[in-house]
């Protein structure tokens, strides 16, 4: 019904940058909050950022002034910026989306994870 696709993940040093991408695609009417949460092994999932559709911001404190989260609504697609990389941020991350579907349900959905792995 609603797709989430992710990209961006990969193998970085510690100190360099990275860029997440998440398009959401498929029978969508509206899409309000997205955001992205990451898992490192042996942890729980923990939210990283949220957007709202106006564009509000927060962020775990651990990537304050590292980590952006922006939107395009018009792309239904958001992203996250990830700069001064530290070992510890080495995860999965996925994208979640609340989406309001033509069908006129609401649905909260997530991506498939995209590995990033900062690594010297």
């Known amino acids: 019904q609603v797709q989430l696709v992710e990209s961006g993940g990969g193998l970085v040093q510690p100190g360099g940058s990275l860029r997440l991408s998440c398009a959401a695609s498929?029978?969508?009417?509206?899409?309000?909050?997205m955001g992205w949460h990451r898992q490192a092994p042996g942890k729980q999932r923990e939210l990283v950022a949220r957007?709202?559709?106006?564009?509000?911001?927060n962020y775990l404190d651990s990537v304050k002034g590292r980590f952006t989260i922006s939107r395009d609504n018009a792309k239904n697609t958001v992203y996250l910026q990830m700069n001064s990389l530290k070992p510890e941020d080495t995860a999965v991350y996925y994208c979640?989306?609340?989406?309001?579907?033509?069908?006129?349900?609401?649905?909260?959905?997530w991506g498939q994870g995209t590995q990033v792995t900062v690594s010297s």
């Open positions: 979640n989306a609340q989406v309001w579907t033509r069908a006129h349900t609401f649905i909260d959905t």
């Open positions: 957007i709202t559709e106006g564009g509000s911001t």
């Open positions: 498929g029978s969508i009417f509206r899409v309000n909050a």
